[in-house]
């Protein structure tokens, strides 16, 4: 993030309107009554377009339905590198809300001379600007004699939460009526006039190279505009998109391919993520002030898979080349950063790009989408100017693209002899899990890997922890425990590519954390809930845990072959407080009856926008933590379909219930990654509770209980 | 080329196509109706579910010749935003989606559903979305606004 130093008295930019601080980058007034924003995050059905529509229609005291939002483009929008970490309200919410309050300011200044009137006799209301004596104009009015071409300042101040009229009422998310009337919204169903349709050719096994290729097939298919090949990298461009298909599947005839690298053995993910060279990182440190001496020490591991993203649609994106540039269509979640890896791959200046942004389907953290986009670049370049589409299989889509990576996490707590924690030590073995394109001197992009000159294949790394950490996310206890030491082992080999999945390592260590507390409190006899509130000192972290265990009734009469476990974590130990209540009902198969959450994410711009986020990280969470594991044997990935892959269905899905606390006074955070964590946990401690085992290696199936009920008898 | 006649969406349709081809091809391809989406191609997501007659098909999965002299019916003729079927209504009442890419055919299961059961369970509803994935986790949404759109409709 960019932090710019603030000026004396004066308080600082939100740091992306400090990064793009032109005004008229942000928002412009339009003649007929309507103002354009432009914020540099992208919608991937998160809301966030209403939420930040919203926010600019507050400020500015207009209706909302004078508020039209653009898509990030590298043309047309500022750079706010990528849209994750649930991050988006944060910063472009509060860039918006500064640049807005003080467009809103400079229209008053040049109503106020216009009209003669003092600047504070002035009141706006949907856009028109009055004064005392019936004296009045309009942004739009004013718009051609005020310059928005100039940068921000730090002199407005944004309204404050009781003046606000959108921002914290659930407003109807301004895309759903297209998406339920089925006008064209997805990339997958945009049509470029004279657009070809690509597809490429990619091997079954890891990594393996294309050695030899018989064209002869594929050319035989009617409506064939040319085969692309560069080293192992390989595709076809044709007419019609069933003409695509078939021409791929004719060249796959013709390849031969190289064996390819090994993968790990797949029921050994522990030993394997142990046994490899690694980079360790102290995370953080905590040294006790008293020096109780340990009477035992519980030692646990717990494993989590590689996990797809597994999006419903197979990534796409189109390509358009004019000469030496290129226009890309993209449901990236950054368009500058894909521009970047693109002009590495190309060796073009990153001007003769344009990269413009188009939703897809959710990806829930770095997918293809970015691949996708070299491909067709990579195809469209070989047929003179007309524009290419190209979309993955299936079977791409759930083995070519990042995985979230497998962790084996080690807590080793020492316990005095009245059985409380004074020692703590967390340790984390995994890959990196960002390798996101545009933040590096070599691309993250799977085809530049597979050309004649390749790029090398970038291994994983973590974020720093004052970016909310990676493969260490949530691994600082927020318990106040008198001291730990946290470590993380990144992987410096990747037989198995990874990259960001919802929560990077932040559901891995909750789960961790939250499973040995519960454990420890069992031992004690102690209340989980109680034992929990007595080692927080935040009192937001114990208003959610209260309210969760209110609105569950916790804890519920003991019933045979029901279970309650409780889960908490605050995303990144900085973002939104989440609690999470699960009720299980089971024997060697389980099925997770009820969630019941708590959030606080401070400032909710659209409580319901929140609640839908919440709901949905907690379905996602529960088919994580019940069926998902990508499925490898020594060569490759055997996962790629819905069959191999499952994911919850709806006879699976368990009620949930979400309660909001609400903070308007509190800077806003994100609410999509905030569930993960605590439902993992919650879940495995109510299998606890029903069962008496403890299933410590995700995802909790039904050989996995049987496993756990063994060791116990 | 052998020609294949169906109703699309009320409207007397006829292809010049290999009957082999997959319906979700030829209604995407041919004749852009983009509503269906492509998922997995393999009839295992439900994302271009389509109603043939009174049942809601995989439209990936449906040869051409399958839907011979039938009604296809696609979201596109569910409803328009100026006369919206209930349950288009519904989804927007419980904005039951996050992304929406899986929308398009799971108003279609529940269409089918509607026709042959005007007044279903909760369960009924979750079992007759049950070839229907959805990766965001709007299930429950989804399943109070079927149930909305069967009160609405039964109300007249």
Known sequence: MNQQAPAPSQPALPASLAANPKLSSWLKFSSAGQVTVSPGKVEIGQGIVTALAQIAADELDIDLSRVQMIRASTVASPNEGVTSGSLSIQQSGRAL??????????????????????????????????????????YWELADEVSLDHNATSGVTPKIATRRALAGNSIQRIDIPDKVFAR?????????????????????????????????????????????????????????????????????????????????????????????????????????????????????????????????????????????????????????????????????????????????????????????????????????????RVQWSRQGEMSDAPFGAAMAIEIEADLDAQGEIIEWRHSIWSNGHAARPGRAAQPALLAAFELEKPFPRMISTNPPQANGGGGDRNSIPLYDFPSWRIESHRLTTMPIRTSALRTLGGQGNVFAIESILDEIAAERGEDPLAFRLRHL????????????????????????GIGYGIGFGRYKNTGAYCAAIAEIEGAEEITVRKLTLAVDVGEAINP????????????????????????????????????EYPILRFSEVPDVEVELIQRPDIDPVGAGEAAHGPVTAAIANAVFDALGVRVRDLPITRDRIIAAMELTS | MPSVRFRLNGV?????????????????????????????????CGACNVIVGDRAVSACDAQLWSVADKDVTTIEGLGTSEQPHPLQRAFITEQALQCGYCVSGILMSAAALLKRNPSPTSREVKEALDGNLCRCGSHNRMVRAVLRAAEEMAAG
């Not at chain 1, 008053?108 to 009055?130: F, H, K, W």
């Not at chain 1, 294309?210 to 009617?222: H, I, N």
């Not at chain 2, 979700?24 to 998922?39: E, K, S």
């Open chain 1, 97 to 138: 809300r500064h640049a807005c309050a003080e467009v809103r300011r400079i229209f008053l200044q040049q109503a106020a001379e216009r009209l003669g009137v003092d600047i504070d006799a002035l009141e706006i209301e949907d856009g028109t600007i009055s004064g005392p004596g019936n004296v009045r104009t309009s």
């Open chain 1, 537 to 560: 000192r935040d009192e937001r972290a114990k208003d959610v845990i209260r309210a969760v265990a209110r609105r569950a009734k916790w804890k519920p009469e003991k019933q045979p």
């Open chain 2, 12 to 44: 007397e349709t006829e292809v010049d196509a290999d009957p082999d081809r997959s319906l979700l091809d030829i209604l995407r391809g041919q004749l852009g109706v983009t509503g269906p989406h492509f998922g997995c191609g393999a009839g295992e």
């Open chain 1, 608 to 643: 319901d926008g929140v609640i839908n986020q919440i709901e949905g990280g907690a379905i996602q969470a529960t088919s994580w933590v019940l069926k998902e594991r990508v499925r490898f044997d020594r060569q490759r990935i055997t996962s790629t379909s819905w069959t």
């Open chain 1, 184 to 388: 064209p919204r997805f990339i997958h169903d945009q049509a470029l006039a004279g657009m070809l349709h690509g597809r490429v050719l990619r091997p079954e096994n890891a990594r393996a190279k294309l050695s030899e290729l018989r064209e002869d097939g594929a050319r035989a298919v009617a409506g064939l505009v040319a085969i692309v090949r560069d080293g192992s990298f390989a595709g076809v461009v044709s007419e019609t998109e069933h003409g695509a298909e078939l021409a791929v599947r004719a060249l796959r005839k013709g390849a031969v391919w190289s064996d390819g690298d090994p993968l790990p053995d797949e029921n050994d993910l522990a030993s394997f993520l142990k046994a490899q060279p690694s980079e360790l990182t102290v995370i953080d440190t905590k040294t006790a002030t008293s020096s109780a001496t340990a009477a035992r020490t519980i030692r646990r591991q717990y494993t989590r898979p590689y996990i797809a993203h597994a999006s419903i649609a197979p990534s796409c994106a189109m390509a358009q080349w004019d000469g030496d540039r290129v226009h890309v269509w993209t449901h990236s979640q950054g368009v500058y950063l894909l521009r970047a890896d693109l002009a590495l791959v190309l060796k073009l200046p990153v001007e003769n790009i344009t990269v413009e942004h188009m939703e897809g389907a959710g990806c829930y953290g770095h997918n293809a989408a970015d691949d996708v986009a070299l491909d067709a670049v990579l195809l469209a370049r070989a047929v003179g100017g007309r524009p290419v």
